[in-house]
């Protein structure tokens, strides 16, 4: 499930202006992890808030005490985690559910990726965030906007390959997201995948160049 990535502390609006900073998104199968990877491995500190909120619904994590209380035994799994299937059937279904998880989550990942940030070391901060252009207020927290992009069909194949979903499924969660349209309205640089791993890097590497001339010396 592509955690909420709604955030508004005042802790993240003062740490962020003070670096150059990259805000990657992109619709759901759209490679962001993988592209994320690929510019870690060219030394640049990266930060996934997803994966951030996994930490914080997995074994032991922060949040599901409260997720416990609020939701019940039946939405923790056998092994102490959220029940991520359950949680993500009945978000998309009910607002006010979707509403209570996020009251419990948004917080935590705030705090979270503020400590990350403070942390951070790297030739520049990229901040992975997926729903970036839902949030309103990441836009303005981050240097460029860079957005990975692919078309919609793509997108589907590689969720219901990755997650054993079913089209519908994916299709509904897409159409609760930003539109590709509405992505690439906002990107102020964008990375095409639609085919290969092997394809991202000279868009990478060409941006990374880019990336670098910008940073503060």
Not at 9 to 16: E, F, G
Not at 33 to 48: C, K, P, Q, S, W
Request: with cysteine.
């Amino acid at each position: 499930m592509d955690q909420p990535s709604s955030t508004d502390s005042k802790s993240l609006d003062t740490i962020l202006p003070t670096a150059f900073s990259i805000g990657l998104t992109g619709g759901i199968g759209s490679g962001k992890t993988t592209v994320a990877n690929l510019f870690a491995e060219r030394g640049v500190a990266v930060i996934d808030v997803d994966v951030i909120a996994h930490q914080l619904t997995a074994v032991d994590g922060a949040g599901i005490a409260a997720i416990h209380a609020a939701f019940g035994s039946d939405f923790i799994a056998a092994n102490g985690a959220m029940d991520r299937k359950k949680m993500r059937e009945l978000v998309f279904s009910n607002a006010d559910a979707k509403h209570r998880l996020e009251t419990i989550l948004h917080p935590l990942i705030r705090s979270e990726t503020a400590l990350a940030i403070q942390q951070a070391r790297g030739l520049y901060l990229i901040l992975a965030v997926p729903l970036l252009v839902e949030s309103g207020n990441w836009k303005q927290r981050v240097t460029r906007v860079l957005v990975i992009d692919c078309d919609e069909q793509t997108q589907i194949e590689r969720v219901m390959q990755r997650n054993t979903m079913t089209a519908a499924q994916v299709q509904a969660i897409m159409a609760a997201q930003a539109t590709r349209e509405q992505r690439l309205q906002a990107a102020n640089d964008v990375i095409i995948n639609n085919s290969s791993v092997e394809a991202l890097s000279p868009q990478i590497d060409k941006l990374h160049a880019f990336y670098l001339s910008l940073v503060p010396q």
